[in-house]
């Protein structure tokens, strides 16, 4: 059962400049093992934990690094859940994420998918 999708896609340049103007946003955006990662990778990153906020209803109280991104070479990438996030997802019964991540042509997306048990 589908409890919630969530979509969303960043401009990377303008992501760019964010992170340039208000350097300890990406201290706060990002855990330690994303921050170094490639600007593309950070925009389609911010994506999908913006994405899953919107597959959770989009509740105000949940914490950036509450959400990591993995990507392995050679496989799909996927998302870790813990505090704020795991909370709402367990109350919302979420079993499993899906998740797919593109950029390309200065955009970034995340597609996020929620699923729960059939009962």
């Known amino acids: 059962m589908i409890i919630g999708v969530g979509v969303d896609v960043v401009d990377v340049e303008r992501f760019a ?8 946003l990406r201290a706060k955006l990002f855990t330690p093992d994303e921050r170094d990662l490639p600007m593309q ?11 899953v906020a919107k597959a959770l209803g989009a509740p105000g ?11 392995t070479s050679g496989r799909a990438a ?11 997802a367990a109350a919302l019964g979420v079993a499993r994420w899906h998740l797919s991540l593109s950029h390309d042509g200065g955009v970034a997306m995340a597609f996020v998918v929620a699923e729960g048990v059939v009962a």
Request: no cysteine; charged share 30%; proline share 0%.
């Open 61 to 71: 109280d949940l914490r950036w690094h509450d959400v990591t991104i993995h990507r």
């Open 78 to 88: 996927t998302l870790e859940t813990s505090g704020t996030v795991a909370a709402r």
């Open 17 to 24: 400049r964010a992170l340039e103007r208000a350097v300890s």
């Open 41 to 51: 990778s950070l925009a389609a990153r911010f994506a999908a934990k913006e994405a």
